[in-house]
């Protein structure tokens, strides 16, 4: 069965725009998680949702949101983008609460 | 933010070398999941440990569920050039939605 899919895979923006990112978990998974990648910081937990809710929330700021649609596909968005939220940004589902997360190949975002 | 400490950062062996790496926290965690990633790519996960003392093997690879709850241990045997990659651990605590990741530790293999 499919992986975990984003898009896009490459992204390059400019400084103050805003950026909208997508996920499409596995087939039957309900929980999709976002996180960064950063060679400085590493990986970091964005966000989680759960049936079109956000269940826990990782420490960034407000100009990170996501949401889940119906079908569990999952966006985020970054508004007023600046050069420091260049990264990897990793999407993961997992099919229950034991479960292992899959993680989707990435998209790459460059901020200008 | 909070990150496990995963050691050692970088190994550099050869081809048919066995491996050890570890990851250790302050934190129990009650889920333990050991990734590889290659470049350009997102983690592909390699063994899941979810118990205590618990011993785990896929292939050449084995894992371990440290008995304080607090580590995690990490065994390659035998390796092989397509084991070239970052290796992450990452720990869940009890309840969390979320995970927590080591810094990797980047494998390089001489043939």
């Known amino acids: 069965k499919a992986g975990v899919t984003q898009t896009p895979r490459y992204l390059i923006k400019t400084r103050g725009q805003q950026v909208t990112l997508s996920c499409s978990p596995i087939s039957g998974h309900r929980s999709v998680s976002w996180y960064q990648q950063t060679p400085g910081q590493g990986l970091q937990f964005l966000f989680e949702?759960?049936?079109?809710?956000?269940?826990n929330k990782g420490n960034f700021p407000g100009r990170f949101s996501g949401r889940q649609f119906s079908n569990s596909r999952s966006e985020m968005n970054v508004s007023t983008l600046e050069l420091g939220d260049s990264a990897l940004y990793l999407c993961a589902s997992r099919l229950g609460d034991r479960d292992g997360y899959t993680f989707g190949s990435g998209t790459r975002l460059t901020v200008v | 933010g909070q990150q496990l400490n995963q050691s050692p950062q970088s190994m550099f062996i050869q081809e048919g070398e066995d491996v050890s790496m570890n990851c250790t926290s302050s934190?129990?965690?009650?889920?333990w999941l050991w990734y590889k990633q290659d470049p350009g790519e997102g983690p592909v996960l390699l063994i899941a440990l979810y118990k205590a003392g618990e011993l785990t093997s896929n292939g050449r690879l084995t894992a371990q569920f440290g008995i304080t709850r607090k580590d995690s241990f990490l065994n390659i045997s035998a390796s092989i050039p397509s084991d070239v990659g970052i290796y992450f651990c990452?720990?869940?605590?009890?309840?969390?939605?979320?995970?927590?990741f080591g810094q990797g530790t980047r494998l390089t293999i001489n043939p």
């Open positions: 934190s129990i965690f009650n889920t």
């Open positions: 990452a720990g869940r605590t009890q309840g969390a939605q979320k995970l927590v």
């Open positions: 949702y759960f049936s079109e809710t956000q269940r």
